[in-house]
């Protein structure tokens, strides 16, 4: 396995700008994760695909959030209109089939809103 | 809401020594799965251990075991004879049916430094 991969590994955005990020799971992993981590805290829960479809979604996911996993392999998120709250490390993390529920994660974007 | 609490903020331990991490969680699930991570500075979450929850048998992999007391919600962390790469915030994260996502649950963390 080459591991859970992102991209870009880190963002510097103004206000106002839109910005998107990729994750890459583990090949075969039909269930895919994003959290977000800010300073000093432990990773919050953002949204669940299983292969294509988007089931769950946390309250902390506003409308200017979006994400999509076409295909059931890679997964974008898009923040639209970003704000300097929005500024933490984007964690993507996938898990297997069956019935372990591990989740293997990815080393993150740091997103920096100024 | 379904909390996790580690009271620990930080610890120490001497290199080659055993240091237990704890974690208390509040759920009204039957069904769950409970997971230690580590994360090292600047790098990424590496998982470090499970338990199912339905088990008794607690978890054990390498020099990490853990002591899961199901009535009590308790999920505490031995890591025994310390390496100076031990060393990193270790999360406790129950994962919950819920909606079917098993999506992790995190709590604050506790910073482990091990001393040469």
């Known amino acids: 396995d080459t591991g859970v991969s992102q991209d870009p590994r880190h963002k510097i955005t103004k206000r106002g700008q839109n910005v998107t990020f990729r994750c890459d799971p583990i090949?075969?992993?039909?269930?895919l994760y994003w959290y977000r981590q800010t300073l000093g805290q432990g990773p919050e829960f953002l949204t669940y695909f299983q292969n294509e479809a988007q089931l769950e979604k946390s309250r902390l996911l506003s409308d200017r959030f979006s994400a999509e996993r076409p295909k059931g392999s890679f997964s974008t998120l898009e923040i639209q209109r970003t704000e300097q709250g929005d500024s933490a490390m984007y964690l993507c993390a996938s898990s297997p089939r069956g019935l372990s529920y591990e989740q293997y994660f990815g080393p993150g974007t740091r997103l920096t809103v100024t | 809401a379904q909390t996790v609490t580690q009271s620990q903020p930080e610890m120490s331990v001497q290199e080659a020594e055993t240091v237990t991490l704890s974690c208390t969680y509040d759920t009204s699930e039957s069904d769950y799965y409970l997971f230690w991570y580590k994360q090292p500075p600047s790098r990424q979450m590496i998982l470090v251990i499970r338990?199912?929850?339905?088990?008794?048998q607690n978890a054990t992999e390498n020099r990490f075991s853990v002591n899961f007391q199901k009535a009590a919600k308790s999920f505490s962390l031995k890591i025994s004879d310390s390496q100076l790469g031990d060393a990193a915030m270790y999360f406790c994260?129950?994962?919950?049916?819920?909606?079917?996502?098993?999506?992790?649950?995190f709590g604050k963390g506790t910073k482990l430094s091990v001393i040469p």
């Open positions: 338990q199912e929850a339905y088990k008794q």
């Open positions: 090949s075969e992993h039909n269930r």
């Open positions: 994260a129950p994962a919950y049916s819920g909606a079917g996502s098993y999506q992790l649950t």
